[in-house]
């Protein structure tokens, strides 16, 4: 089974506007972190955002924030105020707490493409 | 500035020929990583280090190999027995193994074998 799963291999979204990018994972680990990250066409990794599984709040960075939702697992990348160089791929990452916490387990990513 | 240096940008090797990725980080982290991204694929791990002189085998290991003499320095070696070498790679590096520090990366390695 998948441990990241992300369902929309695309997305467009209009210029200014919000989109979410779904992720959900799958633990059965108390503790847990997840992690987003953009890749423009260039092939570098930028990490966005990050959600500890006992934070109560969800995690904000900017325009991005982090639709956290424990119980149903899932851990969606909320961007506001699309603007065109937003357009990337996108990836979840989950790290989990027990034996193979030395490491992110990554999605197959969603491509945004941002539409002026 | 710090960051992740990765050289080159584009390597092409003939196949039967070992390959060296040359990754650099000046971010004084302990942990580094390399990771394999295929098309349509998310990244997967080859190997991994905590510390100097200290490695270990990621999810796909096989075919290469690694070395960890500096703390800055994490080559990656891509041996004739990996059987489908063709692919982006990248490094990366963070504070530490575990916890919630994020990996920071490299722009990454495009590795074609003919």
């Known amino acids: 089974a998948q441990k990241i799963t992300q369902t929309q291999p695309g997305m467009f979204v209009q210029e200014k506007e919000a989109v979410t990018l779904d992720c959900t994972y799958d633990?059965?680990?108390?503790?847990?972190?997840l992690f987003w990250y953009k890749q423009p066409s260039s092939g570098e990794m930028i990490f966005l955002i990050y959600q500890g599984s006992y934070d109560e709040q969800n995690a904000t960075e900017g325009r991005y924030s982090l639709n956290f939702q424990k119980a149903r697992k899932s851990a969606n990348l909320v961007i506001s105020a699309s603007q065109l160089g937003d357009s990337a791929m996108y990836f979840c990452a989950m790290r989990e707490s027990g034996g193979s916490n030395y490491k992110l387990t990554f999605g197959k990513g969603t491509l945004l493409t941002v539409n002026p | 500035d710090g960051g992740i240096t990765q050289s080159p940008k584009y390597l092409f090797r003939k196949e039967g020929q070992n390959v060296t990725l040359s990754c650099e980080q000046n971010?004084?982290?302990?942990?580094m990583y390399w990771y394999r991204q295929d098309p349509g694929q998310g990244l997967r791990l080859i190997y991994y280090?905590?510390?100097?002189?200290?490695?270990q085998k990621g999810d796909i290991a096989e075919g290469y190999s690694v070395s960890r003499e500096k703390k800055e320095s994490f080559p990656l070696t891509v041996t004739s027995a990996q059987k489908n070498p063709t692919a982006f790679y990248l490094c990366?590096?963070?504070?530490?193994?575990?916890?919630?520090?994020?990996?920071?990366f490299g722009n990454g390695t495009r590795l074609t074998v003919t």
């Open positions: 990366a590096s963070s504070r530490q193994l575990t916890g919630n520090s994020p990996l920071h």
């Open positions: 633990t059965s680990d108390q503790s847990y972190g």
């Open positions: 971010l004084n982290h302990d942990a």
């Open positions: 280090s905590q510390i100097v002189n200290d490695f």
